[in-house]
């Protein structure tokens, strides 16, 4: 990918003025990001995973992929993230979410954009974000993978579409067989017809990938809508 992060003017002058403080341990952090060079290092960042979900695999382990996708390959063709969803990390995206820490949005979406825009190969045509429901929106005010998928899609020039909406709420998960929480995830988002994907490589955008049943049922959606490629680019990943 030819697009390297691009800090604005504004965002230079704002540093020169007041410089960063480290969102971890609160001391200056001695550059344009809120988080020390030290904080950083000390971050889990994802070892050996599997090379289709990035779900942590132990450093034995024989294979490229894990269990899960070598029984069954998921819709989507690669997970890229960094960090395991693990201290402080997990802080710092319930802060992001819960709080409305936005700061804490944008660190991580600068480490993931240092750590993995590498690894991207070809250009996507689009960013899509998870959808939430309206209501989940209007208690929290905003679309965490929204505001994620605009950050990535500025610093790489890459357009953000809506594709898929959450038009219904999603239960409570538990006690339900895996085929009656795949038919509940099923009808909780809608493929918008009026967007036209076909042929295209896009990307499913995430704060964090737990059980990767989300994002494979957006996969899914997306694949018999058309889409060539599906990826997904999360901040974090469960172990
Ligand atoms: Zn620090
Ligand atoms: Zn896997």
Same mark, same amino acid.
Not at 33 to 57: H, T, V
Not at 82 to 98: C, E, M, N, Q, S
Not at 187 to 213: M, P, Q, S, Y
């Given at each position: ?53 990035a ?23 690669s997970c890229i993230t ?34 993995c825009?590498?690894q991207l ?13 309206? %209501? #989940? ?8 993978? !929204? ?5 990535? *899609? $500025?610093? @790489?020039? /890459? ?21 009656? %929480? #795949? ?8 493929? !918008? ?5 076909? *042929? $295209?490589? @896009?990307? /499913? ?26 990826d997904i680019w ?6």
């Amino acid at each position: 990918m030819v697009n390297r992060f691009r800090k604005s003017y504004v965002q230079k002058l704002t540093f020169a003025l007041i410089p960063g403080r480290c969102i971890l341990c609160q001391s200056p952090s001695m550059r344009e990001l809120d988080l020390c060079l030290s904080c950083e290092k000390s971050l889990p960042w994802l070892g050996n995973c599997c090379i289709r979900c990035a779900l942590p695999l132990p450093d034995n382990h024989q294979h490229a992929q894990c269990g899960k996708c070598l029984r069954k390959p998921p819709a989507f063709h690669s997970c890229i993230t960094a960090l395991r969803y693990d201290f402080p990390v997990d802080r710092l995206i319930t802060g992001f979410k819960h709080q409305r820490k936005m700061h804490h949005g944008s660190v991580l979406a600068e480490l993931w954009l240092q750590r993995c825009q590498a690894q991207l190969g070809t250009k996507p045509d689009a960013l899509i974000p998870v959808p939430i429901h309206w %209501r #989940r929106r209007l208690f929290r005010g905003f679309n965490q993978s !929204l505001v994620l998928a605009n950050d990535l *899609g $500025k610093a @790489l020039d /890459i357009n953000v579409l809506h594709a898929i909406s959450h038009p219904r709420a999603t239960h409570s998960q538990q006690g339900l067989s895996a085929a009656a %929480r #795949r038919k509940n995830l099923q009808r909780a988002f809608r493929f !918008l017809a009026d967007v036209d994907i076909k *042929g $295209k490589h @896009l990307v /499913i955008v995430d704060d964090v990938v737990t059980t990767t049943a989300t994002a494979n049922t957006m996969a899914a959606i997306l694949a018999r809508n058309g889409a060539a490629r599906i990826d997904i680019w999360c901040l974090a990943r469960t172990p």
